[in-house]
């Protein structure tokens, strides 16, 4: 069966750490990978979006890889700090690239 | 923040009752898309939009319809709702081609008791 798993449902660490993120999945052949950010009582917000031919994207302090071979994405933020704590969620684009399939989330606090 | 909104934010409802949750976008961007968000699963999709009166269901979609008649709306109607739709609806909306970002409203909080 298809699955996205994202490595825990928190994750809690040290200001000014660099925090990890781990999306894995099976029985899919994405096209594309995104990660979003929502924060509680709010919609998701887009943050990253790489492509099946690359393997890394940065975006400030932001880098996600992409490695079909193993069926991951790493999702790190580096320097972290409170203002970072919410839930990320990583994204497949299936279906024609027309949607999506979202992971249930890791919630990231980030502890000063 | 892109130009999308959801209405009602918060509904009470009984069981039986037939609700519809709008969304509404200024962009005018081509997709447009209904996700359930329920504690353990995640978001989930119900139905999408890829144009005006084309629409398409998700992995989700028994109990709900939409409706698009307009670029700028869509709409989730549950023809009788029953308790397990309980949940935050969230609407998106994607420009198309190949930018694939989605956009996604505030949310709609719906109770069925």
């Known amino acids: 069966s298809q699955k996205i798993e994202q490595n825990s449902e928190a994750l809690n660490i040290q200001e000014g750490k660099t925090a990890t993120l781990t999306c894995n999945y099976t029985n899919y052949s994405p096209a594309y990978l995104q990660w979003y950010r929502q924060d509680p009582g709010r919609g998701p917000v887009f943050l990253l979006l790489i492509r099946e031919n690359e393997k890394e994207k940065r975006k400030e302090r932001l880098k996600v890889t992409f490695d079909t071979t193993l069926k991951q994405s790493l999702f790190h933020i580096t320097a972290s700090q409170p203002a970072d704590s919410a839930t990320y969620l990583c994204?497949?684009?299936?279906?024609?690239?027309?949607?999506?399939?979202f992971g249930t989330g890791t919630k990231l606090q980030v502890i000063p | 923040d892109a130009g999308i909104t959801q209405s009602p934010r918060h509904k009470v409802t009984e069981t039986g009752t037939p609700v519809t949750l709008r969304c509404h976008q200024t962009e005018n961007h081509r997709y447009m898309y209904w996700y359930r968000q329920d504690p353990g699963h995640g978001l989930r999709l119900i139905h999408y939009s890829y144009g005006v009166k084309d629409t398409d269901k998700g992995e989700v979609s028994d109990g709900y319809s939409v409706s698009r008649s307009k670029t700028e709306d869509f709409l989730l109607t549950l023809e009788s709702a029953t308790s397990s739709q309980t949940s935050v609806y969230f609407c998106a909306i994607r420009s198309g081609g190949t930018s694939y970002e989605q956009y996604f409203g505030p949310g709609t909080r719906l109770t069925v008791t």
């Open positions: 994204a497949l684009g299936v279906g024609g690239y027309q949607k999506v399939t």
